[in-house]
């Protein structure tokens, strides 16, 4: 079963701009519902956090990372596949399409994530 896809909208022309498979928060750890405005934005980074069962993640060098809501943020992360639920909270998504998003994406950008 998928769980997620990014889609981005042209807000002055009403057409779709980008549509991608994402990765979402397992179980516990889930990813937000709701609207968030991007506050801070980083071309890499360090990111940890943990998943519910325990283990921790440290991971550096993480990629066109848009921040959103309480450490959440929408940023490349590398996964055999995308479209489940694999994250301890955030949106990642494959290269290509977090690049994209990178260059679309502005401080006070809004991000929706809906189920």
């Known amino acids: 079963?998928?769980?997620?896809?990014?889609?981005?909208?042209?807000?002055?022309?009403?057409?779709?701009?980008?549509?991608?498979?994402?990765?979402?928060g397992v179980p516990g750890?889930?990813?937000?519902?709701g609207t968030w405005a991007v506050y801070a934005r980083f071309p890499s980074t360090r990111m940890t956090g943990c998943f519910p069962h325990g283990e921790c993640c440290n991971d550096p060098d993480v990629r066109f990372v848009n921040y959103f809501w309480d450490?959440?943020?929408?940023?490349?992360?590398?996964?055999?596949?995308?479209?489940?639920r694999q994250s301890t909270g955030c949106v990642e998504l494959p290269l290509k399409a977090a690049q994209r998003a990178y260059g679309m994406i502005h401080i006070g950008t809004p991000v929706m994530v809906m189920p």
């Open 1 to 24: 079963m998928l769980f997620g896809a990014l889609d981005f909208l042209a807000t002055n022309s009403g057409k779709w701009i980008l549509h991608s498979l994402t990765n979402t």
């Open 71 to 84: 450490g959440r943020a929408v940023h490349y992360f590398p996964r055999l596949a995308y479209g489940f």
């Open 29 to 33: 750890a889930n990813t937000p519902n």
